[in-house]
């Protein structure tokens, strides 16, 4: 079993940045690869960016590519998503996400464990 929090939302203007944070406990934080999810109003959670459980390889939607950043600390069993340039469509709740697989995934019913989300309020 794994537990995962985040924190870090907030409200921000456009351009602006934030940086969520996704603390684990429980099993071996370091086995997992990491995902961060969201879900807008009225829409369907999405992919956002993942890591691999080494921290070598990490993957984004198109969507962000260019304006997050995905990371692991594997020694403070924290995933991060610093979150630039940021604009009125990245409002949503955000989730993180772990996943025991050998190979870094996208799909979001295919990770195991979820925290309970953090919400991001971009104004325009």
């Known amino acids: 079993q794994v537990q995962l929090v985040e924190s870090g939302g907030g409200l921000v203007q456009t351009g602006g940045s934030l940086r969520l944070s996704c603390a684990a406990s429980g099993r071996t934080f370091s086995n997992y690869n990491m995902g961060w999810f969201r879900q807008a109003p009225g829409k369907d959670r999405e992919f956002v960016a993942a890591i691999k459980w080494s921290g070598a390889s990490t993957y984004y939607a198109d969507s962000v590519k260019g304006r997050f950043t995905i990371s692991k600390d594997n020694a403070k069993n924290t995933v991060y998503l610093q979150m630039n340039s940021l604009k009125p469509e990245d409002t949503a709740v955000y989730y993180c996400?772990?996943?025991?697989?050998?190979?870094?995934?996208?799909?979001?019913?295919?990770?195991?464990?979820w925290g309970q989300g953090t919400q991001v309020t971009v104004s325009s």
């Open positions: 996400a772990a996943d025991r697989a050998a190979v870094v995934r996208t799909l979001e019913a295919l990770y195991d464990y």
